[in-house]
């Protein structure tokens, strides 16, 4: 039991170090807090291998290499965009901001934003986010503020700052395109690899038919806590109907 012993305390190590890394960079939020949790579980596992059977142990690790292999399937899906670079529209889903600054994921889906309008530049940007109880801005403001920063024309930019949730996102979007499109426009979103899959339910329901994505990189200290989340969320979406 020495090999599962130090395999335990490999796993827990692994995940502390990403959660204590991702709660210093990113707002606190559930995969955060599930990743601490999960990291505790397995450090007690590996001290207490030797009194646990055997069952336990390896059933222990095949749901680990289970929840692994289902983590990893969403980042890779989220990887292969489908963008045309002809859109009318981009709709970049907030993930929160830390102050009045996003936080460095969203960041990365607003350098994704600013790579496509360089290849656009008749494109709409729509920035999607409201505010959160710890944020001092709404997050589309703070977006917005990123996107001029980066050369992106203001007049470019359209903001959504009602936004709590993804299908928020999309719904109060789609009503931004209402008021700047007649018929219906050409519409792609962008968001981090991993929420892309959940995202596309979530536009599909909001009635973006075939709505095209493009993804952005996720900073290795989140990987593992927003694949838990992300997981958590497609669970409760399937089960319950909302997020």
């Not at 973006?208 to 979406?237: K, M």
Request: proline content about 4%; aromatic content about 12%.
């Amino acid at each position: 039991m020495k090999a599962v012993r130090c395999l335990f305390f490999a796993i827990g190590s692994i995940f502390f170090l990403s959660a204590a890394v991702s709660a210093f960079t990113s707002n606190l939020h559930a995969g955060i807090i599930f990743t601490f949790a999960a990291s505790a579980l397995y450090i007690i596992a590996g001290a207490f291998a030797s009194k646990l059977p055997k069952w336990v142990s390896y059933a222990a690790l095949i749901l680990t290499a289970v929840a692994a292999v289902v983590i990893s399937s969403l980042y890779i899906y989220g990887c292969f965009d489908t963008v045309s670079y002809d859109e009318d529209a981009v709709i970049v889903l907030g993930c929160g901001i830390r102050g009045d600054v996003p936080a460095p994921q969203l960041a990365r889906r607003l350098d994704a934003a600013a790579e496509y309008y360089r290849k656009n530049p008749d494109v709409l940007i729509i920035v999607s986010g409201g505010q959160g109880e710890d944020e001092d801005i709404p997050e589309s403001e703070a977006m917005k503020k990123y996107l001029i920063s980066l050369g992106i024309p203001e007049s470019s930019i359209s903001e959504e700052s009602s936004s709590t949730s993804t299908e928020e996102n999309f719904r109060f979007s789609k009503e931004v395109l209402g008021e700047r499109f007649e018929g219906e426009p050409g519409v792609a979103f962008i968001t981090s690899e991993y929420h892309v899959f959940r995202a596309s339910l979530h536009a599909n329901s909001a009635g973006f038919d075939g709505i095209a994505h493009l993804h952005s990189v996720t900073p290795w200290n989140l990987i593992i806590p927003n694949g838990i989340r992300e997981c958590l969320g497609i669970v409760r979406q399937f089960v319950f109907g909302w997020l």
